[in-house]
């Protein structure tokens, strides 16, 4: 299996960038689709944005479209997300996740977690 480590986070004020950084070790990192999720207080996790195994394909929450990137480098095992004009609602623990599948959005399908990344955005 696969063992994920984030970072990257912290504190910026609106309409910053902050990029996120998902390093992976254990077993072949192109084997997994990779994604980012994110949970705020009192709410439930949600989808950020998704790649494929070989990151061809990507997919991203239509409340992040213009303003975050999601990216991989299969040659280093890290997944990043760059995220640009940063707003008091993106404020989350953003978390990276692998799945066995080529490519995939749902959570469910999700099995390998990191342990969280705090990002909190400041009006």
């Known amino acids: 299996q696969v063992q994920l480590v984030e970072s990257g986070g912290g504190l910026v004020q609106a309409g910053g960038s902050l990029r996120l950084s998902c390093a992976a070790s254990g077993r072949t990192f192109s084997s997994y689709s990779m994604a980012w999720f994110r949970q705020a207080p009192g709410k439930e996790r949600e989808f950020v944005a998704a790649?494929?195994?070989?990151?061809?394909?990507?997919s991203v929450a239509n409340s992040v479209k213009g303003r975050f990137t999601i990216s991989r480098d299969n040659t280093d095992n890290t997944m990043y997300l760059q995220m640009n004009v940063l707003k008091p609602e993106d404020t989350a623990v953003y978390y990276c996740?692998?799945?066995?599948?080529?490519?995939?959005?749902?959570?469910?399908?999700?099995?390998?977690w990191g342990q969280g990344a705090q990002v909190t955005v400041s009006s």
């Open positions: 996740a692998a799945a066995d599948n080529s490519f995939a959005v749902a959570i469910s399908l999700y099995k390998y």
């Open positions: 790649i494929s195994r070989t990151g061809s394909t990507t």
